[in-house]
Structure formats: structure tokens, C-alpha cells
């Protein structure tokens, strides 16, 4: 079956999904008319499903095809990245996932086009809106041709991707219970519509949220002596922080401290008695994570003993350090090439961005492949995700969804070389 084709054929389709979520968005955990509008196109197919999360959606579709033996070469030996076992189960009890984030980012989206987001100050500028539309394309593909496989394909459909939630969340509700490998894929303007960059190992930054809250204690700013300045205490930890990063860690491990919020103060002649600093962490190694976090935490404590206050550092782990699985990535490298071409395999480089997506890889062998999506005709297909502006070249719709439905038929049909 030529996949491509097959995709190219359903290209109205996807655009007209694409576009219908990209009107409609919705925020983390929100996405109530998301899940529902891909539970209409399950339904449309015959596609068994249910809720995983209030807004999680869980497609099964089951293939009614031979069942092929699993390849026997390097079957019981452990994946050198991961530790992850190969399969040896026949083609009928094999399982694979597919995975696609649907929710979107609190943006005031900025153009004229037909199809701007009709929600005020929320936009689909992440391009999860992309992955969900080639995700049903890859469901209506695998649905038309059910009789040439066999064992069952799990559509994932994740929601609140963008403050770390849904990922876990499906996780402890066992949505990856039995399941042998994940494929997954992201939008990724920096590469050309017709480019897909697969990399093996550490690909994305684990992140993580804090929030730190200074206890001081007021008085009238003539005296100061008198109070303890909880303003002048975030002042010195939002310095003191950045100095973990150039003179505590490693020049080649990467590390970024940022802080995005201070608030303190309630007016200009008042010693500040509270004080709160919000920011985020991003590193490479589960080792590098743990130390950078007992660091800001030792910082905001002593900076603000120093000086009479307490700091109390409140953390929220959004996502792990994204680790493409050694063997996942090969046979995701494999179908980009018969698919698009030898040279349209593309290496990026680490981003210190995150996507919980690596809390699936965590679990089970997986891949997280960047979907080309600019061209230069379109102006803003070159803008970068987060942009108000962000768009794609809506050809990618077709290969994303070919590379979802083809991943699941070769893993399913033990077809890899």
C-alpha cells in the first residue's frame, strides 16, 4: 500500500479537522468539545472507544487480518538505551500507540485568517491541532484497511499536554498496560513540510515549575531596621539563581534556570512583608534534575535566612527529559525514508523545551518525531510555535498521518527490516 497516497487522497478531510480544532481551541484539561468532536469521527468509522481523563480519549481499532510471528533476531535482548524488552508476541496480541496532544495555549491569536481561533485569547500555536487531525487521518487509513493487519492499534489522544497533566494521568489508568510501542509526533517549523527530524536518545528537557514564597515582615520604609524586606530578598535569590546555573553546573550539561514572575510589595513606602518568585528549570539527565531542584531550594532558603525571612519553594514536575528509545527511533528513520526519501530524515538538535509525551517512554519503547511544517510560500509557517502568528503548510497534514497509520503497520505486520 502506498501510505502517502492513501493519505493524500483523505487531504480535504484533514484539512477541514485541522482547521474545524484550530477555530475551536481549548485549554489544558478544558477540552470538552475537542474530545467530542473525535469521538464524532470515531463514530463515523466504527472505531471503538472511551474516556481516559474527562477529556482523554482512548480509539481501539483491531485489526481482522493475518497475524504475522514476531521477528526472532534480537528479540530477547534488552534496548541499550532504555532497557525496554523486544516483543515475542504473535501478530494477533501485538499492540501498538499512537499518540497525539489536543490541547491549546492561552495566546490572543493575531491574522485575518478564515480560520483563526473564534475563542478569545486561546489558540491552537503549539500545532496540536496538527497532531490530532493527522492522528483521525491515520484512524481513518487504519479503519479502510483493517484486513491487512492484525493485533490492535491505540489512538492516544492526550490532553493537557501544555501544563504537564494528561500524560500521567493516562498512564495510572493503565492506558499503557500491554502496549509494546509508542510512536508519537510534533509540529516543527524550524524544518521544511516534507522533512521529519527523528533523533535517537535525549531529545527534549525535563520541566519543571516552582514557586517560591518569601516571608518577611512589613513596616514603614524610613525603618527598615524595624522590618524584614521580603522584596529585597527575591531580589537577591532571582541573582542567586542564575549563578547556580553559571558557576554550579557543568558547562556541557544543560541547564536553564528561569524566573518569570516577582510580585512583591503593595506600595512605594512600605517595606515589603511578602514576596512570591514563580519561574521553571529545564535539564538533560534525571541525575542533573534532582541536584539543580536541591540547589534553588538551598538558595531561597539561605538567601532568606540571611536576612531575617523564610522561603518556602513549592514544586511542580511537568514532564521528564524527552529520551527517544535507540530501536523505536531505526524503525521510525526506516518509514521516513521509504516514505519521503532518503534524505528527509532529519537530526535536531537537544531543545530545551518539554513534552510530556516522555513520560510514555518512560513506560514502554517509543519515538518523538518533528514533523516538518514550513514552506517559504507561507509566511507564517516559518513563524515559531507559541507565536501568535503560527500556521503550517497544511501538506504535512498528509505525511503526519502517513507516518502514524505506516509506524502501526509495520510494528503490527512485524514488517521492520
Not at 58 to 63: S, T, W
Not at 150 to 177: D, R, S
Amino acid at each position: 500500500m502506498d501510505i502517502l497516497n492513501e493519505a493524500k487522497k483523505i487531504h480535504k478531510i484533514l484539512v477541514e479537522l485541522r482547521r474545524d480544532f484550530h477555530l475551536h481551541p481549548e485549554l489544558s484539561m478544558k477540552e470538552y468539545r475537542t474530545a467530542t468532536r473525535i469521538e464524532e469521527e470515531l463514530d463515523k468509522l466504527g472505531i471503538e472507544h472511551y474516556r481516559s481523563t474527562e477529556t482523554g480519549v482512548i480509539g481501539l481499532i483491531r485489526g481482522t487480518g493475518e497475524s504475522q510471528p514476531a521477528k526472532k533476531s534480537g528479540v530477547d535482548e534488552a534496548d541499550s538505551n532504555t532497557g525496554h524488552q523486544n516483543s515475542t508476541r504473535e501478530g494477533k496480541d501485538r499492540v501498538v500507540a499512537l499518540r497525539a496532544d489536543i490541547d491549546a495555549l492561552p495566546i490572543l491569536e493575531k491574522d485575518d485568517r478564515a480560520y483563526c481561533s473564534k475563542t478569545e485569547g486561546i489558540m491552537h500555536a503549539c500545532g496540536h491541532d496538527v497532531h490530532n487531525a493527522s492522528l483521525l487521518g491515520a484512524a481513518i487509513i487504519l479503519a479502510n484497511n483493517s484486513d491487512k493487519f492484525a493485533g490492535c492499534v491505540k489512538l492516544i489522544f492526550q490532553p493537557g499536554e501544555e501544563i504537564g497533566a494528561g500524560a500521567q494521568t493516562m498512564i495510572k489508568n493503565g492506558e499503557v498496560k500491554g502496549v509494546e510501542r509508542i510512536f508519537g509526533l510534533h509540529v516543527a517549523p524550524d524544518l521544511r513540510c516534507g522533512e521529519v527530524g527523528i533523533t535517537t536518545g535525549i531529545n527534549n528537557a525535563s520541566v519543571d515549575h516552582f514557586r517560591i514564597e518569601i516571608e518577611g515582615k512589613a513596616t514603614h520604609v524610613s525603618t527598615p531596621h524595624l522590618g524584614i524586606d521580603a522584596l529585597y530578598i527575591a531580589a537577591q535569590i532571582v541573582v542567586a539563581l542564575q549563578g547556580i546555573v553559571t558557576r554550579t553546573t557543568s558547562p556541557i550539561d544543560p541547564v536553564v534556570i528561569g524566573v518569570g514572575i516577582l510580585h512583591a510589595g503593595t506600595s512605594y513606602n512600605i517595606v515589603s512583608g511578602s514576596g512570591i518568585i514563580e519561574g521553571t528549570t529545564r535539564t538533560t539527565s534525571t541525575k542533573t534534575r534532582q541536584e539543580v531542584k536541591e540547589k534553588v531550594e538551598r538558595t531561597a532558603k539561605n538567601i532568606a535566612e540571611i536576612y531575617g525571612g523564610n522561603a518556602e519553594v513549592i514544586w511542580t514536575d511537568y514532564t521528564s527529559p524527552l529520551i527517544n528509545d535507540e530501536k523505536v527511533s531505526s524503525e521510525v528513520r526506516e518509514i521516513i525514508g521509504d516514505i519521503l526519501g532518503e534524505n528527509a530524515a532529519k537530526t535536531r538538535p537537544i531543545s530545551l523545551g518539554g513534552d510530556n509525551f516522555a513520560e510514555f517512554i518512560l513506560e514502554i519503547p517509543g519515538a518523538y518525531a518533528y514533523l516538518g511544517t514550513s514552506n517559504e510560500a507561507i509566511p507564517n509557517s516559518l513563524r515559531q510555535i507559541h507565536n501568535e502568528g503560527f500556521d503550517i503548510d497544511e501538506n504535512a497534514l498528509d505525511i503526519g498521518a502517513a507516518l502514524y497509520a505506516e509506524y502501526a503497520l509495520r510494528w503490527l505486520n512485524a514488517s521492520f527490516k
